[in-house]
């Protein structure tokens, strides 16, 4: 959903640097014009329904998507999704 606050690709590579504890090797490309900018989740609305809560963190929460990208079952099902979109 997002935790209403921007986080930057800088700031989300650092994160993953520091999950990893090392640098990654980052491979850049010339910017596309129809890349997003910036992007920000407003959740007020979400608040109004459900009252003030406890988010997860940005740093939890890369690290739970990334402990779930490494469960085998899971890595199987994206490589087969990957293949069938990209041909």
């Known amino acids: 959903i997002g935790g209403g606050n921007p986080v930057s690709i800088l700031q989300l590579i650092n994160i993953m640097e ?3 504890g090392g640098k990654l090797k980052i491979n850049r490309l010339t910017e596309n014009r129809q ?5 920000h989740a407003d959740t007020s609305y979400l608040t109004s329904l459900i009252g ?3 988010f997860t ?3 939890t929460g890369v690290e739970n998507f990334l402990n779930w990208c490494s469960i085998p079952y899971i ?4 490589r ?6 990209n041909g």
């Open 52 to 54: 003030t809560s406890k």
């Open 18 to 20: 520091n999950i990893f």
């Open 75 to 78: 890595v199987n099902n994206l």
């Open 80 to 85: 087969k999704w990957s293949e069938s979109v």
């Open 35 to 39: 890349d997003m900018i910036r992007t």
């Open 57 to 59: 963190s940005i740093e």
